[in-house]
Structure formats: C-alpha cells, structure tokens
C-alpha cells in the first residue's frame, strides 16, 4: 500500500459532490433497485434503454454484468455498448471514453463494483458520480444487498456479508428510483443455492424482498420532505408513520418506549423521543431524565430536545413539521381525589390534536 | 362445492399493485399471462378495460376473452364480467382487470372481488389489478393526500389472502411523461388529470404508500415461526395486545374503525368493535342513530372484526369492564367533537376511561384532514 495516495472517505466524497452539485448541468441519477439476482433488473433497465433509443434519445450502456441473461444479450446487440476497461486485476467502467462520447444517457448494470488498483476512483458509484458531474445523466441497477448500511441486516439473513457495497446516502441522492419487484418463487436458483432448501431459500428472498420496499419507500420519502420544502408547502402527508414519545423525568419510559418500538418495527416507522425543557429542573430530575434518554438512545430512537414555553403548542408545532402520525404521551393518575384530565396539556391535546392518533400512557 | 370433491384446492391469487393508472399493472398482468400461455397454461382474460392504451391492448393478442356480460339498469347497458361463463369454461387462470370495481346494481354481487372469490373457491387461478387508493383501511389517508374520497374499497382481509402481492413500479417523472405523450388517456383528459389527481407530490405520496404496503404484505407472508431470523426482534410481543373499538353514531365512527383495523393488522392482533347501549339492542334509539351505528357495526363485520352490543347505562365503564374481561391491551376511541350543544359529553366519556382503564392505553384518532390545495 506504500506511496498509494490517500483516497477520499465517501463521505467526504458525497459532500464535495453535493457541494458541487449546486453548480448547473449535473446529471440525474436513476437507480433501478432490486432484491435478488434474477428479479429481472437488467432487463428492466436494457428494456429502457431500448426505448428511450427508440424515442430518439442518445443513449450508450456504460456497463454490463459479466454474464446477462439471452433476452437482455438480445437487445444489447441493438445498443451502443462502451465497453469496460480491462486493468489488471478486474475491470472498470471507462469513465473517460464515456465523458467523451458524452451521451444523454448513460446505462450501468450493476453499480456495486470496487475498482480494481490503479483505477482512480476506488469504487464505481464515484465513477458514476464524475459522470453525473460531467452533465452524463445516468441509469444504474444495485440490488438491495450490496447497501453497506443494510449489511449487518443482510448477513443476518443470508449468512453472508458483502464486501464491494454503495453507501445508502448515494442512493438517496438519487432523483428517481425505481424498484423491480417480484413473487420470490420467480427468482431462479443460483448455483450456490442448492444447499439450502427451498423454505428457507423462500423466506431468505422475502426477507430481501421487504428490504429493498422499505428502502425505495424511504428513498421516495425524502423526495417528498424534499419536494414539498423546495415548493414551501407545510402540508404533511402521513405515508410514512412517525411515532413522537414525549417523556418527561418521571415518565414510565419503558413501556412507551418498549410499545413505540414494537410498533415502529411494525409499520417502519420513524421513532422519535422527544422532552420539552421548560425552564431549569432539579438535580435529581436531571439525573432521571438523563436514564430515561438513555433508554430512548438504546432503543434506536431519534432524540428532539424541545425548547418551549407551551408544552402542549410545542408538541403540535414540532408533530406538524416532522409529520408525527402517532403521539405518546403518559398520563398520570396521581391528580388529586377526583384524577381529571380537563384542563390537563393531555385534554389539550386530545383536542386540538389534527391528523395524528394521541395513545396515553397509563403512569 | 364439496360434492364436486373436496380435494379441489383453492385458485391462487395474485395481485399487480400500483400507485396510479398508467404504471403499467394491466401490462405487467397481461404479460405474466402470455408467458403462462406459452408455457401451455389455460389461460382466459377474464375482464380487461383497454382504455385506448395500444402497448397494453396489444398484449392481449392470442388470449381467449370471456365476452362480458350486458346488464340492463335503468334503460342503460351495462358490461360487466361474466363470472358464469368463466365458472363454465373453467380455465387454469384468469385474468381480471380492476379488481375494486363496483359492479352495477342488479348485478349478483355487489363487487367485482366478490366475483373473484367465485373463481377462487372454483379452483382457478386469478391474476388482478389494484391501485393502493383503493385498500380500505387507508381510505383516510387516501384522502388527506389527494383530497378524494375513494368510494371502491377493498377490504385489507381480501388482500391479505392474496398468494401474492407484486408492486408495479414506475416513477412518478416517468408516470408524468406517459401522460403527457398521450399513453395513458388521450390529452385532453391528460391535461384534467394532472391538474388534479396527478399532481407529482400527490403521486409520491401514494407511492410511498404502495411500497411500504408492499413491504407490508411480504412480511405479512413470512412463516411466523422463521420471521424471528431477520432484523425483526419485537415481532413475538405484538401478539400479545388486543384492541378495542368503541362504535356509535358519530360519523368519525368510519375512521376509527379503518385506523384501529390497521393497527391491529400490523401488530399482528385482535380486533373487538363495541357499542354500548342501555337496552343491549338497537330497538330504542332513534332512527338516524340506529341507522348510522347499524352501519357502523355492518362495515366492522366486513373488515372482519368481531363486534358486540353491551348492555350498560355506563358506557365508559361498560366499556372498560369489557376490555379487562378480554384481556384488551389498547382501547380506539374518536376524537371528542368541540360541538356546542354537547359539551362535554363526549370528552367526559374519554376523561372517564382515561381514568377507570389504568393498565390500559387509550389510543385517541382524530382527522385526517384533508390536503389543502
């Protein structure tokens, strides 16, 4: 590894070319997501190729997989192909031959790669990145194993863990995303599948399956937060559920917080933890509240720390801007001899509460 | 059916969900219909509805239709599909457009999934067609994104005993452009139609709302006993809660049911649809009030949630003493309304539960408002 220059982080890499970005001409990334080899991506992808050819637009493939399907073979044999660059020790899109051809569009069957040394991006979704950067608008397929961020996940379901992986924020810089999804007994065998028997194989490709859907729903969610921010609309559409769990030091945190994950993992949703800090506590609360966001941290949980003179206005302001659809707040019993809830910030909010369920907490 | 032997299985059904017309669902159904054909399936389409679309009308070519079948209503021709000449050609599969549609009155059932379950119970093999707007339980917010209320719904249970559920995808951009280009319906309606339904931001809502119902139903097909080998670990404890609804006139009544419905679907759990009355029937009340809870427990009843009428003059502890005898972990109750000639009635009633259900959440639902535009 001696005098190797030192190669960008991803993240650094993403953001120079978000900052980049900014600057006009860039290329639109699409990405064609699939669960499993087989689900037919590549033909999916090709099959748009040849359309977009056929409606006229100059399209090249910048990349295909080593061994296609004969249905996709057959319409590669119509397109112009660019083909990969051998190096030794594997081979690597032809990042310059492409900028210099310049197409409109540009297709990459298979963008979870590592380049071989001596190539000098180290992976090709940052060779894709220079040819959005050089105005190249690119179509690539990945499946949903190869995001490093679901790796630990995929290894849990199929005992493998991925080594040549595109990080999630790639993705979700795409402009559009497109999932090719399918029954999972349409999948073909792989040679390497023979050992394991068709049951498991059937819930190991569900398991996939559900993955790549909660990650192009995810995808599609940022794209609308995006959207409606970019054309300053506040309307929140509740299509993905997010659970707000209000606590305060003397909450009974671990039955909102254990309910909250139950259902959060349920529904996919976002899991927030919010406190609202009104004014100095004691000590001691301190110390419970700072228990009680441990337990919240631990849990996976988002944690808002709310400034507000209002409890109650400060919940729905915050639930309104991050579009909560489920809000956990306890409710103590503990009111007198005659307990009430009028009056109470937990009346209020029942009341004037819009578009969101409020679930109290016994305390 | 069981003289005619009671080793038929029952037809498996598949469906082609998406988001919007013109994301090709019919086209992806014709398609996986031809491949059958050619593998040397019986294969009959069932119902298609071309809507002038050629790449999709096209796809038909060398499919036996099942002619449909006219229907007199009020002086007007109707067509609809001929689910008895189906039974009477008994194909392997079926092809069948459109699966929420609401058959014209006169008609032997009153939706066409209705008809679809014939087929099933038949033996044959269905492939069909929905968009997400049309599942019940997310009428709600169906509206609040688009500002429609969608009247063809289908019952999540009907969907939930799909063989499977195949999300057809397309990007909105792409959606869009077909329109645009005429694909979808001709450009005058085009036009109409992106002003309103087919605003970008409201079809990535309800795509985002396909996918994750897609991911939805995948996991809903997992085998139980093997769901514990993936990320999921809290699945197990959901089994254990139990939900109640409280059902009465209000006419929110019809939101609270669909939210707690799917709630309780996705926590895997029981669902109790309760109404509380003095006399323990409905006989008493006035008409409109009987009518409007009648209904109420009606539309319980076809989401299939068990429903009971207690006999109490106390609702709240009516109600809670119901929840502790069967173990209920979660009580639905509507938002109270803010109307002047009731004023506290209704928020008494959830202040008293809140109070008398101590081991026991009270999830509260209110509105889902509608988008403004």
């Not at chain 1, 991925?162 to 007994?185: L, N, R």
């Not at chain 1, 919010?274 to 919240?296: M, W």
Request: charged share 30%.
């Amino acid at each position: 590894m001696a005098g190797e220059i030192r190669r960008k982080t991803p993240e650094e890499f993403l953001r120079e070319c978000q900052a980049e970005e900014a600057a006009a001409g860039k290329g639109r990334l699409k990405i064609v997501l699939g669960y499993a080899s087989g689900v037919g991506k590549s033909f999916r992808m090709i099959d748009e190729a040849r359309r977009r050819r056929e409606r006229g637009q100059d399209v090249v493939v910048g990349a295909v997989q080593p061994k296609e399907p004969p249905d996709v073979e057959a319409i590669l044999r119509k397109l112009e192909v660019i083909p990969l660059r051998m190096v030794e020790g594997g081979t690597a899109i032809d990042v310059e031959a492409i900028i210099r051809r310049h197409p409109a569009v540009c297709f990459i069957d298979g963008l979870a790669y590592d380049n071989p040394p001596g190539i000098r991006n180290r992976t090709r979704w940052q060779d894709v990145q220079c040819l959005l950067d050089a105005g190249i608008k690119v179509v690539a397929s990945i499946n949903v194993q190869y995001i490093a961020e679901l790796r630990d996940q995929v290894e849990a379901i199929t005992g493998k863990y991925p080594t040549q992986t595109v990080p999630v924020s790639f993705i979700k810089s795409a402009d559009e995303i497109e999932i090719v999804d399918a029954p999972e007994e349409s999948i073909d065998h792989s040679p390497a599948d023979e050992r394991i028997d068709a049951v498991k194989r059937q819930q190991r490709l569900a398991k996939l399956r559900e993955l790549a859907l909660v990650l192009a729903a995810d995808v599609v969610d940022r794209q609308l937060i995006d959207y409606l921010r970019l054309h300053g609309i506040p309307q929140q559409f509740g299509a993905h559920e997010r659970i707000l769990v209000c606590i305060t030091p003397r909450s009974n945190v671990n039955d909102m917080i254990g309910t909250a994950q139950m259902i959060a993992e349920r529904f996919h949703a976002e899991l927030i933890v919010g406190y609202v800090a009104q004014g100095h506590i004691s000590a001691s609360d301190q110390a419970a509240l700072d228990e009680r966001l441990a337990v919240a941290r631990a849990a996976g949980a988002r944690i808002e720390i709310l400034e507000g003179e209002n409890l109650v206005e400060t919940l729905l302001a915050f639930s309104k801007s991050q579009g909560v659809t489920q809000l956990f707040i306890g409710h103590s019993q503990r009111s007198g001899i005659v307990p009430r809830i009028f009056g109470t910030p937990v009346d209020t909010l029942i009341r004037r509460s819009r578009g969101m369920d409020i679930r109290i907490f016994p305390q | 059916m069981t003289e005619h032997g009671p080793e038929r299985r029952r037809g498996k059904l598949k469906i082609f969900m998406g988001y919007a017309a013109g994301v090709g669902k019919t086209y992806s159904m014709l398609e996986e219909g031809q491949e059958l054909k050619s593998r040397g399936v019986d294969v009959v389409i069932g119902y298609f509805e071309p809507h002038g679309r050629k790449d999709t009308i096209a796809k038909t070519e060398g499919l036996e239709i099942i002619p449909r079948r006219k229907v007199d209503y009020r002086g007007s021709i109707f067509e609809e599909m001929d689910t008895d000449a189906i039974l009477a050609r008994r194909p392997e599969v079926c092809l069948v457009d459109e699966f929420p549609h609401t058959n014209v009155p006169g008609s032997d059932r009153a939706k066409r999934w209705e008809d679809v379950q014939m087929l099933l119970d038949a033996g044959i093999d269905v492939l069909t067609t929905m968009n997400i707007q049309h599942l019940e339980s997310l009428n709600d917010q169906v509206w609040h994104i688009t500002g429609i209320r969608v009247r063809e719904t289908i019952p999540d249970w009907v969907v939930q005993q799909a063989d499977e559920v195949v999300m057809t995808d397309l990007t909105p951009r792409a959606l869009l452009h077909r329109l645009q280009r005429g694909v979808v319906y001709g450009r005058e309606k085009a036009a109409r139609a992106m002003e309103n339904f087919f605003q970008e931001q409201t079809l990535v809502a309800l795509r985002e709302l396909a996918l994750r119902q897609a991911a939805h139903e995948v996991e809903q097909r997992l085998d139980p006993a093997d769901a514990n080998v993936g990320p999921e670990t809290q699945a197990q404890n959901s089994k254990h809660n139990k939900i109640l609804v409280s059902i009465t006139a209000d006419p929110q009544t019809a939101m609270l049911i669909r939210r707690a419905k799917r709630v309780s679907d996705f926590l895997n759990s029981e669902c109790f649809a309760v109404t509380v009355q003095p006399t323990g029937d409905l006989s008493e009340l006035p008409e409109k009030d009987r009518e409007s809870i009648d209904r109420h427990l009606n539309f319980a009843r076809n989401l299939h949630i068990e429903t009971r009428i207690l006999e109490a003059e106390d609702v709240a502890s009516a109600l809670v003493d119901f929840a502790r005898r069967n173990q209920i972990t979660q009580i639905f109750l509507a938002q109270p309304r803010e109307r002047l000639w009731i004023p506290l009635l209704s928020r008494d009633l959830v202040q008293r539960i809140v109070r008398l259900a101590k081991d026991i959440q009270i999830v509260i639902v209110s509105d889902r408002e509608t988008a403004s535009r």
